[in-house]
């Protein structure tokens, strides 16, 4: 039999507590043993909980108790849980955990802390999507040249509503609160930090990258305005917030913005909170994993094959690797990005104004595959909208800083990437 500890029992340890029970006879038949839940530790006694395990408010009762094989940290945050593990590891115990800020900063030290103690984390990423065990297991036999997707449930289901449905910002941040959708603190989901912190720890199993959030690119979905959702689908483009990881040559790009794709590719028909995240291996070629990227069940079902994992004996090292890699692969300045861009301008609609911004952009070397002029709901202006061909992400900041300044042109300047 083993024995489960849950630290934080919200929605997810909720989720953990009942399937176990409710599902105990498929998950014993999958584990070879019984799996019980001893005993939960949650913040609040008084808010009432939809389960059946007893609780208190004192971590130490479950990382204390020599009865309990694995410790489930459910409780989000950073260094609090931190705290935790490192006590759960250091008295032997295994952990299973959903935490992605937490990985996102400490998990090499908790690599090396968990030596051959298994510390998992299927959960930590795109919700239910097994893609950890994919590229930790299915997928490592390859190099992996690329991984992109869809890795926040919430700004997915923002994004569709307000394109299809034309529904307010604000009005549809509440509902995905409501719908337990969204952190804690939803600006991390609108922000792209918790979709940053899931590509971080891909990066880590696929290239061995040690890199921090504020390493990286990371954009969210705020400046998405109603202007551009119209020119997007005008032009045939789906807005999604995608998570980039790109080997280049000896290094690795890593990012996560708003992106423009076009509408017939398989990600950009993935609405609502759903998730989905292709991989590219050098001899697998390009794969793709969708499914609830968010939500208890979903979740906890991730956790769940985490406890079956251990229970039936598999280990290894955490994020993968058995020795490290002798040419790392380094990361890439976010200077050094390369990508092509859609610019939206408001302009003075008269002459000369096209060719100064035209001009300017040659001194970028920025190369335009597209222009053309709309109508503004101003009528002395218009929007000038153009596209580029691949450019490096410092000319395009330094050209739209310029670009503010011309006589004639609004400060206020749209950019969105665009992948194919
Ligand atoms: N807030 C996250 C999301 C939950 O919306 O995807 C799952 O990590």
Redo the contacts with the bound molecule.
């Keep these: 039999m083993i024995k489960i500890g849950i630290i934080g029992v919200g929605t997810v340890g909720q989720s953990v507590a009942n399937i176990l029970e409710q599902n105990s006879d498929i998950i014993e038949a999958r584990a070879g043993k019984k799996i019980i839940v001893k005993h939960g530790v949650v913040h609040n006694l008084s808010k009432k909980r939809d389960v059946n395990i007893s609780l208190s408010d004192n971590p130490n009762d479950i990382l204390d108790d020599p009865e309990i094989d694995i410790v489930l940290e459910l409780m989000g945050g950073v260094e609090k849980p931190y705290e935790i593990v490192k006590k759960a590891l250091s008295n032997g115990k295994s952990v299973v955990t959903a935490n992605?800020a937490l990985l996102a900063y400490h998990r090499y030290e908790l690599q090396e802390l968990a030596g051959d103690i298994p510390f998992m984390y299927e959960a930590s990423t795109a919700?239910g999507i097994p893609i950890i065990g994919a590229l930790r297991n299915g997928l490592s036999a390859n190099h992996i040249e690329s991984i992109m997707g869809i890795?926040?449930?919430?700004?997915n289901?923002m994004l569709t509503k307000m394109i299809n449905e034309g529904a307010l910002y604000d009005d549809i941040l509440l509902e995905?609160q409501e719908l337990g959708?969204?952190?804690a603190d939803p600006t991390?989901?609108v922000g792209g930090f918790?979709a940053a912190h899931?590509l971080l720890i891909l990066s880590s199993i696929a290239y061995g990258i040690d890199a921090k959030p504020e390493d990286i690119l990371i954009e969210g979905i705020q400046n998405i305005t109603d202007t551009d959702v119209k020119f997007a689908k005008e032009f045939g483009y789906e807005i999604k917030l995608l998570g980039i990881a790109k080997k280049i040559g000896d290094g690795v790009e890593l990012r996560v913005h708003s992106t423009l794709i076009p509408q017939e590719s398989m990600i950009a028909k993935v609405d609502g909170?759903m998730?989905a995240i292709t991989v590219v291996g050098d001899r697998v070629g390009e794969t793709m994993y969708y499914g609830p990227?968010?939500g208890g069940d979903a979740?906890a079902s991730a956790v769940i094959s985490d406890i079956i994992d251990i229970a039936r004996g598999n280990q290894g090292p955490m994020l993968g690797y058995k020795k490290s890699l002798e040419s790392g692969l380094k990361l890439l300045n976010k200077d050094e990005i390369t990508s092509k861009y859609y610019i939206r301008l408001e302009v003075d609609d008269e002459s000369g104004v096209l060719a100064s911004i035209s001009s300017l952009l040659g001194e970028f070397n920025i190369s335009i595959e597209s222009m053309l002029q709309k109508p503004s709901s101003n009528e002395n202006k218009a929007n000038v909208l153009f596209t580029t061909h691949t450019c490096k992400e410092k000319d395009i900041q330094n050209a739209i800083n310029d670009l503010a300044k011309l006589n004639g042109v609004d400060e206020n300047i749209a950019m969105i990437r665009i992948e194919k």
């Design positions: 992605k919700g890795m926040n449930g919430t700004c289901y995905s959708y969204a952190e991390f989901d918790d899931k909170v998730n990227g968010a979740t």
